[in-house]
């Protein structure tokens, strides 16, 4: 048996905080299997233990640098501690861990002592309450018995009532449901999902060889022909709810993480603290023999970090290393992992593959033989396009992949304006040199097509309006121009002159008011420009800062670790909503850098995976005209991805508007590429943050942008910045109230109801 990291954090820590229970399920692990400790153990955890706990718990954040860690208090029944104790409670341990990091609070009750005011406690400490619930009321009075012998359903459907009112929805993280195979899948599943949980998980009851589980006659694989019927009918309904078995054989199929321990070789990062202040490992080993969780030590003699070496937890910390020859030889050991630990018990060790072996096998082989049908996403993007987009914490690669999307999009339609060029008149010149430029140097014709307002003008262009049809196909040679001199390639070009200007996109703009509308011959050298126009000809460093007489180049903002483009001159920057200023002058340009610089400063700050995306997809700034309100604003355009136009304001406005409107950028280069509303069953939808009700499309856009916004002020609300406490909240619940009525509205597809779930779940761990 080779040890595990030994001293590698722990996050997650159970606290049994009462230990008996108001319920008597026959399956219960904690009082019906091998280990009976709970009868030497106190009822309660007394005041002193759990402090001392928490003492432990931020001793060990601290000494790992963690994020956060994760706190479930559980029992027997927590609920049972009463709604003062327990206030207490959740208030020492906020009191002493929150100051050293981040506490993520959760409870697993069985719901029956759940009551209004209950609630408002454990809305008020932000706790996620999970529920146990075994399915309809046959199915879940099976063991979810009082002792008198009768059923708890009634109670857990009252609190579970309770929890999918608005005011608690947001503390409402799922339900679980121990699996007996006695009961109808398809009826369990359908009656859990009417519960609208955030979340189901399904667990296998807990068994050992020495104590296998109870199967039908003949039913070798019951479990997995029971859990594959659940799986196929899930799949069915477009995977409406997060299911934690199959998402993790999903990711680890793809070879990401399990995310769970009873299934993958992710590392046992859990350690429990009993009502006596004993450490303990996951509550599942009671069933494998009497004393199986124990570790010997106490929070009073010991640190998480001891806990973490214990050789129990260190095996079970050791992948595939620790597992039975036979399972680490198995083809599906990446994604089985041998199961929860307690379950390869038998015969006094724990070197056995999963008492379910048979079923994980024919499960696990199951889904990945019947895959989710792939969202439909064009240019060969992965199926988890959507979550990694839909995460809060920011993904370069995804943006990367939406940039690529972009481009093509734009050399798509690039191509269909050369169709419209006459042959051999104005542009086709200009054509012919982009697409060899295309062949000679792809990257530099890219950086110019990934340029916001190229696009723009493309699609103005083919439609015949607005700038774009104004400035023509032949402005094809500016951007072979462009894109020469990106790459240092000499050409000889005629560049349309509209109304004395003549604009080389990301290069700048050439002053010739003698010219009017009209075309100039552009040649490009190493580094320079010459323009010529009857009379005039101008010579250029295009590199060179400030303007020049007849030259304003595409000036820059920048920060240490990023640069855009400050763009007050393309004449197709002006298709966003609120209308955009003229050219800056050098000071007004100089406040833009420097705000700039500072807001990024934020950004990077608060939310530095948002600094990644930004850095992979924003192209630029548009400064727009100041509004008579004077209030800060920002805009983003639908064919000008990678674009945001805003106001002049202060540096951590600017940051908001920056993350908030690339939001509504990459929703833009999203919907490009994938269908997220059902456009057959078009609805209104009433949302927070505007008085007229929303289309599908623009409340899905509102929730994405919102949602950042929100998470922008809950981290300043964390660092106790004035007035963040209530911006936080605004924007949380206009977020989450249009979540609930988008999802209620049926309006979108399956990849758009994957992306609003996925928001949702990015936000359930917020703060109240
Ligand atoms: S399927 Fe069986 S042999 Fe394979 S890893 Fe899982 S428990 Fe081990």
């Known amino acids: 048996m080779a040890p595990g990291p030994a001293r590698a954090a722990l996050t997650e820590f159970v606290l049994k905080v009462h230990a008996r229970c108001d319920l008597a399920c026959d399956h219960c692990y904690v009082y019906e299997h091998a280990d009976q400790s709970w009868r030497r153990r106190p009822v309660r955890m007394t005041p002193e233990v759990l402090r001392t706990a928490a003492g432990r718990i931020a001793e060990h954040a601290a000494a790992h640098d963690l994020p956060d860690v994760t706190v479930i208090l559980h029992g027997g029944e927590p609920l049972l501690l009463g709604a003062e104790r327990l206030g207490e409670v959740l208030a020492d341990l906020r009191r002493v861990i929150a100051p050293v990091t981040r506490l993520r609070l959760g409870m697993q009750t069985n719901g029956v002592l759940l009551s209004e005011r209950l609630c408002d406690l454990l809305a008020e400490h932000d706790v996620a309450v999970g529920v146990s619930l075994d399915g309809d009321r046959a199915a879940n009075d099976r063991h979810r018995r009082f002792r008198s012998g009768a059923g708890s359903y009634d109670q857990v459907l009252r609190a579970l009532g309770l929890l999918r009112r ?29 519960q609208e949980p955030p979340r189901i998980d399904f667990l296998l009851p807990h068994a050992t060889w020495d104590d296998p589980p109870w199967r039908p006659a003949g039913g070798g694989t019951a479990y997995a022909g029971w859990l594959r019927a659940v799986y196929d009918r899930w799949l069915a309904d477009g995977r409406p709810v997060s299911v934690r078995l199959f998402d993790s054989l999903l990711s680890t199929a793809a070879g990401g993480p399990s995310g769970t321990e009873w299934l993958g070789l992710d590392p046992v990062d859990l350690a429990v603290v009993e009502t006596d202040g004993e450490w303990e490992q996951a509550d599942s080993l009671k ?31 050791s992948g595939r290393a620790g597992l039975s020859d036979e399972c680490r030889r198995c083809p599906v050991v990446d994604q089985c992992g041998g199961g929860l630990f307690a379950h390869r018990y038998g015969t006094g060790h724990f070197d056995h593959p999963s008492v379910y072996c048979a079923d994980l096998k024919e499960l696990i082989v199951h889904v990945n033989e019947n895959p989710p049908a792939p969202v439909r996403l064009d240019a060969g993007l992965p199926d988890d396009f959507i979550d990694r987009l839909a995460a809060l914490t920011g993904d370069r690669v995804a943006i990367g992949r939406l940039v690529e999307a972009q481009i093509a999009i734009v050399r798509a339609l690039l191509a269909e304006v050369a169709d419209r060029l006459p042959a051999g008149g104005a542009g086709a010149d200009g054509w012919e040199a982009l697409t060899a430029l295309d062949h000679s140097a792809p990257e530099s014709v890219a950086r110019i097509a990934a340029h916001p307002y190229v696009r723009a003008w493309a699609v103005d262009c083919l439609a015949g309006s607005g700038t774009g049809a104004r400035q023509g196909p032949d402005y094809l040679s500016a951007l072979a121009v462009a894109a020469a001199l990106d790459a240092g390639t000499p050409v000889r070009l005629d560049v349309p002159v509209r109304s004395g200007r003549l604009h080389l996109p990301t290069v700048g703009t050439v002053l010739l008011p003698e010219v009017g509308d009209g075309a100039a011959r552009v040649e490009t050298g190493p580094g320079s420009l010459r323009v010529a126009a009857g009379d005039v000809t101008v010579a250029i460093r295009p590199g060179t800062p400030g303007d020049a007489p007849r030259w304003w180049p595409t000036r820059v903002l920048a920060a240490p670790d990023v640069s855009v483009l400050l763009e007050d001159g393309d004449p197709h920057r002006d298709c966003h909503r609120l209308p955009a200023g003229d050219r800056l002058d050098d000071a007004g340009a100089a406040r833009w850098a420097e705000t700039f610089a500072a807001a990024w400063q934020v950004i990077r700050d608060e939310v530095p995976g948002h600094a990644e995306e930004l850095r992979a997809g924003l192209r630029a700034v548009v400064p727009l005209r100041r509004s008579g309100a004077g209030v800060s604003e920002a805009s983003t355009a639908r064919q000008a991805f990678g674009g945001v136009a805003a106001t002049e304001t202060d540096a951590g406005s600017l940051a908001v508007l920056l993350v908030h409107e690339f939001q509504h950028s990459k929703m833009n280069a999203l919907l ?67 979540i609930g009525a988008l999802q209620r509205a049926d309006a979108l597809t399956p990849a758009g109801s994957r992306l609003v779930r996925q928001v949702a779940r990015s936000m359930s761990g917020w703060p109240s």
């Open 166 to 194: 608005p005011a608690y929805r947001r503390i409402y993280s799922g339900l679980l449901c121990t699996v007996d195979v006695r009961n109808d899948p398809i009826a369990v599943y359908e009656s859990l999902l009417a």
């Open 287 to 317: 069933t494998a023999y009497d004393g199986a969780p124990a570790t010997g030590m106490t929070v009073f003699s010991h640190a998480a970090d001891d806990v973490a070496a214990s050789p129990l937890l260190a095996r079970r910390r």
């Open 672 to 738: 490009d590429i994938c269908d997220l509303v059902d456009g057959t069953r078009p609805i209104d939808i009433t949302v927070g943050w505007r008085p007229d009700p929303r289309p599908a499309e623009a409340v899905l856009h509102g929730i994405y942008a919102h949602a950042a916004v929100a998470d922008m002020w809950r981290i300043r609300a964390d660092r106790q910045v004035d007035g963040a406490q209530a911006v936080y909240r605004r924007y949380r619940d206009w977020t989450a109230e249009a």
